[in-house]
């Protein structure tokens, strides 16, 4: 299967909604901790024989934690940017032309970056600052901020199938749901002990959400009755970066960890580990798979790959 060396620490990889061949990825220097960042904009041949090509990358004055593809233009991709910024980069403009915005609110890092995939005209952005920001594609500043988590805002996720609603989490230990026409947030989950590092929403069932945290564990919940989880999926070593709905199958879910593995789960059945892929030689930090190709993987890490496959597949086979 193809796999692709970055020059910097891989920090998050997301697949294209509008070309099946095509992802993003995110990366850092030293580990995120200081340094640049630079988005990859990667191209996968028909022949999974040949190596992945680059489309497109551009550099950043510090590290980039997070991307995101736009859901109405297919060139367009945000990038959440360590300095605090987010910024837009359109493909089909030449390089001296991009960013083509950067918007600059965030006081800290900013982590996650979500389009919203029912509406298709704005986006949110989390920061280590507490808050989540709403944005759209032509306003200079952000439309609101969402300040009630008492630490880093990890993650910020729309929910697939109501244009106002998206979950936040944070390292309070808590997940929170919102509603951009309510003044507060409509919903509090106590969803772990420890910090919660992301979160997903199914995309069968909008009322089911997953958790993933630095106790090692996931979580299923179901916000109609969110006093117990659906299901605890125990089976990392360390804490849990990230977690990702399948976009074909309803249980289906993968996560990634610092136990450097990515795992995918059935989340209704007593055996949820379905499979473990070890491929990574450092921290797993990013997985995705494609809307457009059901069972393709992509997953990104410390140790500056990035490995693309089908489920069921060997990452690393030639």
Not at 118 to 124: A, C, G, H, P, Q
Not at 225 to 240: F, M, T, W
Not at 277 to 289: I, K, L, P, R
Request: charged fraction near 20%.
């Amino acid at each position: 299967m193809p796999v692709f060396k970055t020059p910097f620490n891989g920090y998050s990889v997301k697949f294209s909604p509008f070309y099946e061949n095509r992802l993003a990825v995110a990366t850092a220097q030293n580990f995120g901790i200081l340094g640049n960042g630079r988005l990859h904009v990667l191209v996968l041949s028909p022949d999974p024989s040949l190596p992945i090509a680059e489309l497109a990358s551009y550099d950043t004055a510090d590290g980039v934690y997070d991307v995101a593809w736009s859901e109405s233009h297919d060139s367009i991709v945000i990038a959440a940017v360590a300095d605090g910024s987010v910024k837009l980069y359109d493909l089909a403009l030449p390089p001296t032309s991009n960013p083509i915005r950067s918007f600059q609110e965030h006081t800290r890092e900013v982590h996650s970056a979500d389009y919203n995939p029912v509406r298709r005209d704005s986006f949110l952005s989390s920061s280590w600052d507490d808050t989540v920001k709403l944005w759209t594609l032509d306003r200079p500043t952000s439309v609101r901020t969402f300040k009630e988590h008492a630490y880093c805002v990890y993650s910020a996720v729309w929910n697939p199938r109501h244009a106002d609603v998206f979950a936040s989490a944070s390292g309070d230990c808590t997940v929170r749901i919102w509603d951009v026409r309510e003044p507060g947030s409509t919903m509090i989950l106590p969803a772990h002990d420890y910090e919660v590092l992301a979160c997903d929403w199914n995309k069968y069932d909008e009322c089911v959400i997953a958790t993933a945290s630095v106790d090692k564990s996931l979580k299923v919940w179901d916000v109609r009755n969110y006093r117990v989880p659906v299901s605890v999926l125990n089976g990392h070593g360390y804490a849990v970066r990230k977690v990702k709905f399948s976009p074909h199958v309803r249980n289906l879910l993968v996560s990634c960890s610092y136990d450097m593995t990515v795992c995918v789960w059935d989340f209704m059945v007593e055996d949820a580990l379905v499979s473990r892929y070890d491929h990574h030689t450092e921290f797993a930090v990013g997985v995705d798979m494609s809307v457009l190709v059901e069972g393709l993987m992509a997953s990104t890490g410390w140790d500056e790959l990035v490995y693309v496959w089908p489920h069921g597949t060997d990452p690393r086979a030639p």
